[in-house]
Structures are given as C-alpha cells and as structure tokens.
C-alpha cells in the first residue's frame, strides 16, 4: 500500500524557529527534499510577514526552486489574499487551512471557525476554476491551547460542510500534540465516511505522533505530514513543538511494509543538512541513529 507523504519543513519546520533562513536556502531545502524523493512538499507560507518573519518572501522561494518534475509545492494560505498570491507565485497546490474552534481563529486568522469554514468552500471553488490542487486542513482537530477538548462532532461537522465542496483531501491537525490513537481512529473514520480522502498532520508534543500516525493509517488516511528533522511549531499555540519527523515517519512506514517512493538514507542526510543550517541538533531520532532495516510483517 501506498501513504503519500507530504513534507511541510520548508513552511511549518521553519515558522516558529528563532533563527531566520532566507528564501534562496529555504528553496534549497524543498530542493534536496525532492531529490530524497518527496513528491510532495509544503514550500512556503503566503501569510502575513510581520506576524511570521520566518516566512517572508514566499514569493522568493517560489521563484528560487529548481522544480523536480514528478514534484508538487505547496503553498500554505489563511485567507483569500493568500490565495491569490499562490497562484501569482505559481504553486501547484493551495493548502488552506483553518481552526475549527473560534479563539484559535481570532489568533491565528482574524475570523471565526465558521466564517473559516464557509471561507473553505468558497477557494475550492475558485481552485476548480483556476485549474489548481487544493486541500483543506481543519487545525486544531485535537484539542485547542485556548478552548481545550475538541468534540469529535464538531471536527466532523466542520468535515461534512467542507465535503460539500469538495476539496481534493481533507487532512485533520492536532496543533498542538494533544491526539491519541483512538480519537484518530474515529476521526479518519468520519472523514472516509463522507467520501473523502483523508490526511493527517500531527505534532510529537506529547510524544505520541507516530502512534497516531499509525492509527490513522489503519484507519484509512493515505496521505501524512512530517517535517525533515522533527522541526515545528505554531507562532500562536503555546507550547507547540514540533512535527514528527518525517525520517522517523518514513522509517516506520517502510518497516510495516508501506510505500513511500523516499530514499531513507537520502532523507536523513536533508535532515543533517538542516541541522548545520539551524546550528543545532533537530528533535528526529532517525537521522542520529542512522538507517536499520527492520522486519516487516
């Protein structure tokens, strides 16, 4: 069987860390992440610089890659300006995201979850129109830093009224690394109910990302976030550390007997790579440990 892994280091990896890449190493990046063999890779944020110094000049980024055919980059939009500035830059797929709690909005978005979600339908149509990839990631599936537990229900209400659409995947978030596997279970379950294809992206905060990474496979997701390194984190989550790591992902992927189409060895040396240009070691496990090859079954 087949996950697609998508690989968002360029753009969540990077947006909480204190030291600042500029565009042309950033466009680097996607580059080896593509050579490793990623096929689909979230390069830049189109949000707001002076909220989110890390992610200024996605513009920059954009036009620095040495695209890799066979490979997509992503860009990440919060808004409807967003939006319009990924087509600009010429990304092959939109990757819109909104929370489904209010005060996470407010922070993050400057909106309401529901006002979010109808925002959702509305670039879906527009990406059918304009010929472009999109999909839809509802933050904060978990639980909230601000509002707490997270009903499974409103998660997939705010699922069913995106499906109305419906974008190309639908991938569910836990910000802040609060998920266990039974509630990712129910969740994928209710998204692959409605017909869609369903995506995970989970924060290692609790230590219990690739158990949910795993859950959500069982239970039918097809396509997993990570981040080269195990960098990441939200600007506005408290305490949101960073992504699984998407070598350790891959690693564990590769030993139950999925496919990935990434070259392990190639990957881990992204993520040493990464390390040197952060100057200083990045949380992943695999990358340190180097490549075993473990029984599947």
């Given amino acids: 069987m087949q996950i697609e892994v998508v690989d968002v280091g360029p753009r969540d990896g990077l947006q909480n860390e204190e030291k600042i890449l500029p565009p042309a190493v950033r466009a680097e990046l996607c580059d080896r992440l593509a050579g490793a063999g990623l096929k689909r890779v979230e390069a830049a944020s189109f949000v707001n610089p002076r909220l989110v110094p890390q992610m200024a000049g996605a513009e920059e980024v954009m036009a620095a890659l040495h695209r890799r055919p066979g490979t997509a980059y992503a860009g990440l939009v919060l808004n409807e300006k967003g939006y319009e500035r990924t087509l600009a830059a010429g990304v092959d797929e939109v990757r819109y995201a909104f929370p489904v709690t209010d005060s996470f909005a407010r922070r993050n978005q400057n909106t309401t979850a529901a006002e979010a979600a109808r925002l959702a339908v509305r670039l879906v149509e527009r990406a059918r129109m304009d010929g472009v990839r999109i999909s839809v990631t509802l933050s904060v599936a978990f639980g909230c830093p601000f509002e707490g537990r997270v009903e499974p229900e409103t998660v997939l209400g705010f699922s069913r009224q995106v499906a109305e659409a419906p974008p190309d995947e639908l991938v569910l978030a836990d910000t802040i690394g609060v998920g266990v596997p039974s509630q990712v279970g129910e969740l994928v379950s209710g998204v692959r109910e ?18 949910n990474a795993v859950a959500a496979v069982e239970a039918g997701a097809t ?3 990570a981040s080269v390194g195990g960098t990441g984190g939200c600007p506005f989550a408290p305490r949101a550390t960073g992504n ?25 040396e992204v993520a040493r790579w990464l390390s040197e240009q952060l100057g200083k ?5 695999v990358y340190r440990a180097g490549v075993f090859e473990p029984v599947a079954g």
């Fill in 223 to 225: 396509v997993l976030d």
């Fill in 281 to 285: 070691e990045l949380p992943g496990q």
């Fill in 194 to 211: 409605l017909g869609m294809t369903a995506g995970c992206h989970f924060h290692n905060t609790r230590n219990t990302g690739l158990a």
């Fill in 244 to 268: 699984i790591a998407t070598e350790d992902l891959v690693y564990l992927l590769h030993g139950m007997g999925y496919e990935t189409g990434i070259d392990l060895g190639a990957l881990i």
